[in-house]
């Protein structure tokens, strides 16, 4: 069996290899969307995705709760953290602003979900065919992780988190990578290309 080294690369993405071997499948039935509500910060965004939010804004305001609507009115849609990163808004410092819920009521989601479930406003509304944009894309890579280095390098990593046991869980039982499962939101963020070439030494590793 060939080493798998710690670290690859392909153009001028790190890539931990994690991210290869590490299997993950979201399971919204048994977490119910909470990464949506832990942790001490929003999203990370671009100046660009803090633009289409905007432009989207209207479709998806229905959906959001009177305090985050209070909060947009009042921040915006998005605030730089203590770390300099700019971020979505927070609703008492924890919910993101963009979050939603299932009916409480069993049987009311149309979706199977279940009762008191959290989802994205922003991708509700795009699966919905009401707005032409879907998320910000560091939403849809984790539990990926990116970081920007000086001189144009970026990092991926795997993030590890004990509200995504489900996950862990489920991908195991599917035999799913974290690079398969995000197939779409890492072509997306880098290329066909790019992901194709990472498939390609993901086979040459045996993974």
């Given at each position: 069996?060939?080493?798998?080294?710690?670290?690859?690369?392909i153009?001028?993405?790190?890539?931990?290899s994690d991210?290869?071997?590490?299997?993950?499948?979201?399971?919204?039935?048994k977490?119910?969307?909470?990464?949506?509500?832990?942790?001490?910060?929003?999203?990370p965004?671009?100046l660009?995705?803090?633009?289409?939010?905007?432009?989207?804004?209207?479709?998806?305001?229905?959906?959001?709760s009177a305090?985050?609507?209070?909060?947009?009115?009042?921040?915006?849609?998005?605030?730089?953290?203590?770390?300099?990163?700019?971020v979505?808004?927070?609703?008492?410092?924890k919910?993101c602003v963009?979050?939603?819920?299932?009916p409480?009521q069993?049987g009311?989601?149309?979706?199977?979900?279940?009762?008191?479930?959290c989802?994205?406003?922003?991708?509700?509304?795009?699966?919905?065919?009401?707005?032409?944009?879907?998320?910000?894309?560091?939403c849809?890579?984790?539990?990926?992780?990116?970081?920007?280095?000086?001189?144009?390098?970026?990092?991926?990593?795997?993030?590890?988190w004990?509200?995504?046991?489900?996950?862990?869980?489920?991908?195991?039982?599917l035999?799913?990578p974290?690079?398969?499962?995000?197939k779409?939101?890492?072509?997306?963020?880098?290329?066909?290309?790019?992901?194709?070439?990472?498939?390609q030494v993901?086979?040459?590793?045996?993974?």
């Amino acid at each position: 069996m060939i080493p798998i080294p710690p670290i690859l690369q392909i153009g001028d993405v790190l890539i931990s290899s994690d991210i290869l071997t590490e299997k993950f499948c979201c399971d919204l039935t048994k977490c119910k969307g909470i990464c949506c509500v832990e942790g001490d910060a929003g999203a990370p965004v671009t100046l660009d995705e803090v633009g289409e939010i905007e432009n989207v804004l209207d479709d998806v305001w229905r959906d959001l709760s009177a305090s985050a609507q209070s909060v947009i009115d009042r921040r915006g849609v998005a605030y730089t953290d203590e770390e300099g990163d700019l971020v979505t808004s927070i609703v008492n410092g924890k919910d993101c602003v963009f979050t939603c819920y299932t009916p409480q009521q069993e049987g009311d989601s149309a979706d199977g979900l279940p009762p008191g479930c959290c989802l994205c406003a922003l991708e509700k509304a795009f699966r919905e065919g009401r707005s032409h944009w879907c998320k910000p894309v560091s939403c849809a890579l984790y539990p990926i992780r990116v970081k920007t280095f000086k001189g144009g390098l970026i990092g991926l990593n795997y993030h590890r988190w004990a509200v995504c046991k489900d996950a862990v869980e489920k991908g195991e039982e599917l035999n799913l990578p974290v690079y398969r499962f995000l197939k779409e939101p890492l072509i997306r963020r880098f290329g066909e290309e790019w992901y194709e070439e990472l498939c390609q030494v993901a086979s040459q590793l045996g993974l």
